[in-house]
């Protein structure tokens, strides 16, 4: 079982230059798991806030206040890490402690029992079994709100090459309809 010795949140910036979260999760007091929360250039109306209040700084506060209640218990225990994060915020939404911390926290934990348990991290995201590999969705045409004008409203259009034998094939697939609707 690997137990969650130390945790530790720090500000970080993007590839746009907006602050975000990582989170940093050592288990056994050894194996290290880290996580920055994604963010993108539009927020749809039912995503979760990444900050409390808007405010980073505010975020990772609240981060620090409540990390003491994570150590001890164990990383590959999702359901655990969650309640814990439920009990320090009951809001629908995560508004108060942040949807940057809640998922940093939960994907840096996981990715450190992976480590202590030798387990790839897929496979702690999902111990069913047998593993195929995904298909990649490839990014067509792109919009919303973020796109500027005379673009689609809808943010993208996603093509899954579902059928492809390989990976090679799957990826020539996307390619070859990216390039085809650019014709269009």
Known sequence: MPLISSLRGRIVYNSR???SIEIDVITDSK???????PSGASVGSHEVPSFVDNNPELTLQRFETNRAKFVGVDASDSKAINQILREIDNSKNY???????AYGLSI????????SLEVPLFAMLNDRGPYRFPYPLGNILGGGSHAGPGTPDIQEVLVCPIGSKTISEALETNFKVHKDVRIL
């Open 31 to 37: 194996f290290l798991g880290r996580a920055c929360a």
């Open 17 to 19: 230059g907006s602050k």
């Open 95 to 101: 508004s108060g402690i942040g949807g940057s911390v």
């Open 108 to 115: 840096a934990s996981a990715a450190s029992a992976s480590l």
